[in-house]
């Protein structure tokens, strides 16, 4: 059962569509004992990270993803702010993310005053390849997605990266440690691209 993670800040109709379209049937979710008894878990977001945690916090979350992603071995695909919630922390707020990641959360407010550059920064960009993944596999050399985002990934640790992105700064736009992966981009906004990355996820781990 995949499911998607419902927790007030993720855009989970648009992910349930796409599954769809790539042909998986998923549930959307904020019950933890349905949570429990997933094969995959997909964790979307949009808005603010304190905001973010704060939700999963409140909703009684964060223990039962612990178990479910660190102790069980679940696999877990963090998108947008999603992905910025596996980190340390982030500049937006004082609240501790969930610490999967050895990587901090900075916002891309310097870097538009240095390079007058538009935030946020919004639009299709093309990935580099840090390392292979199965994430990727079967796509095109070419292979772009759309970005949506005003704060940015800083990881730690290289060995969690798998792809970066430029937009005044180099940034870490793809994560994945073991089970636990993560893209700064929306899939369900990258048509062929993102389709592809969704199946991989669901197929491949």
């Known amino acids: 059962m995949i499911v998607i993670i419902d927790y007030g800040a993720g855009n989970v109709g648009s992910i349930k569509n796409m599954l769809k379209k790539v042909g998986f049937t998923s549930s959307i979710s904020s019950d933890p004992s349905v949570i429990d008894k997933a094969e995959k878990l997909i964790l979307p977001g949009v808005g603010s990270f304190a905001f973010g945690i704060n ?3 409140k909703l009684g979350l964060v223990q039962p993803l612990e178990r479910k992603v660190k102790q069980q071995k679940t696999p877990i695909l ?3 702010l999603g992905v ?3 980190t340390k922390a982030s500049e937006e ?3 501790p993310g969930l610490g999967w990641f050895d990587a901090e959360v900075k916002w891309f ?3 538009k005053e240095l390079n007058h550059l538009r935030v946020p920064h919004m639009g299709w960009d093309e990935p580099k390849v840090v390392k292979e993944s199965r994430l990727f596999r079967g796509m095109e050399k070419d292979m772009r997605f759309y970005f949506v985002h ?3 990934i800083k990881a730690n640790d290289r060995s969690d990266v798998l ?3 430029f937009y005044g700064v180099t940034f870490t736009s793809a ?3 073991e089970n636990i992966i993560g893209v700064q981009f929306h899939p369900e906004k990258s048509h062929k691209f993102g389709m592809q990355l969704m199946k991989n996820f669901i197929e491949l781990y």
């Open 175 to 177: 994560l994945e440690r």
């Open 84 to 86: 910025q919630l596996f």
């Open 93 to 95: 707020g004082n609240a």
């Open 150 to 152: 005003s704060y940015y």
């Open 55 to 57: 939700q999963l916090n």
């Open 163 to 165: 792809t970066e992105s």
């Open 78 to 80: 963090g998108i947008c």
């Open 109 to 111: 407010n310097m870097i």
